[in-house]
Nanobody, 126 residues
């Protein structure tokens, strides 16, 4: 079992930065691949970024590539999403999730995840 708790959301102006954290409990997190997803009001959930359990592979949605960076610290059982150059369209509830699968280029195709956090709200004002 893996429990995931997101934090770090808040209100930020366009062009600003935020760093989200995903604190995990459970031994299997260290061998689980981790993803960040988001859901904007009235829209379906979408993939944002993923990182392998070793931290050596990552994958990003085109909409955030070059602006967001995913990372993890397995010693702390924590994953991160550094978000720079934020835009109003980045406003959403952000969720972290974990899975034993690595989806490669299929991360953007609604991958099946084993565990989910409850989300943290990010609001970007214009």
């Amino acid at each position: 079992q893996v429990q995931l708790v997101e934090s770090g959301g808040g209100l930020v102006q366009a062009g600003g930065s935020l760093r989200l954290s995903c604190a995990a409990s459970g031994r299997t997190f260290r061998t689980s691949n981790m993803g960040w997803f988001r859901q904007a009001p009235g829209k379906e959930r979408e993939f944002v970024a993923a990182i392998s359990w070793t931290g050596t592979s990552s994958y990003y949605a085109d909409s955030v590539k070059g602006r967001f960076t995913i990372s993890r610290d397995n010693a702390k059982n924590t994953g991160y999403l550094q978000m720079n150059s934020l835009k109003p369209e980045d406003t959403a509830v952000y969720y972290c999730a974990a899975t034993t699968n690595w989806y490669g280029s299929r991360w953007s195709l609604d991958p099946s995840m084993d565990y989910w956090g409850k989300g943290t709200l990010v609001t970007v004002s214009s």
